[in-house]
Structures are given as C-alpha cells and as structure tokens.
C-alpha cells in the first residue's frame, strides 16, 4: 500500500534520530520528550508547485515541519506524517 497526499500537502516519512549525551550513552525513544520535527519527503500533493511549474520541494529532500503539524499515519508499518506545505520550514542539505 503507498500513501498519496492530496491538494497542498505532504507526505514525510519520518525520520528518528538517535541521540547520545556527551559520555556516549544512547537515549531510548521512551525516555525522548521532544516530537521529531524532521523527515524525508515520501509524497507531494498536486498542488506544491509553484507558478511556473517547479516543485518547491521533491521525493528524498529532508525536511523540517513545525513541531504541531500535520497527522501521523502508520502505513505497513511505516510511520508518515501528512503535513501542509506551510508547515515545512526548511529543506536540510
């Protein structure tokens, strides 16, 4: 199954870091209060383009999204977050 946004939105699979303190230790994703705020792009609805027909973002950009955006969806196991362009504010990279 593949997902497809619609209209003005994205799809983002996201993307977990793994985080160490400075001794090296890794912090488990229950211990993380922070929601990931970055993704990989998966999806672009018909309507992320601009005026004369360039995409602003595409397929494999990473992206970060504001920290409330979006829905989260599991598809096959995958966890997407279904964002509004307007909620991506930056491409890394």
Do not use: H, W
């Not at 993307?15 to 303190?21: H, P, Q």
């Not at 922070?34 to 992206?63: F, H, L, N, R, W």
Request: net charge negative; charged share 35%; proline share 4%.
């Amino acid at each position: 199954m593949s997902v497809k946004p619609l209209g003005d939105r994205v799809a983002v699979k996201i993307v977990e870091r793994e985080e160490k303190t400075e001794g090296g230790i890794v912090i488990p994703d229950t211990a993380k209060k922070e929601k990931p705020q970055t993704g990989k792009v998966y999806a672009v609805g018909s309507k992320c383009y601009t005026e004369d027909e360039k995409p602003e973002i595409k397929d494999g950009d990473m992206v970060v999204f504001d920290k409330f955006a979006g829905t989260e969806v599991t598809v096959d196991s995958v966890e997407y977050k279904i964002v509004n362009i307007e909620d991506i504010v930056a491409v890394i990279g």
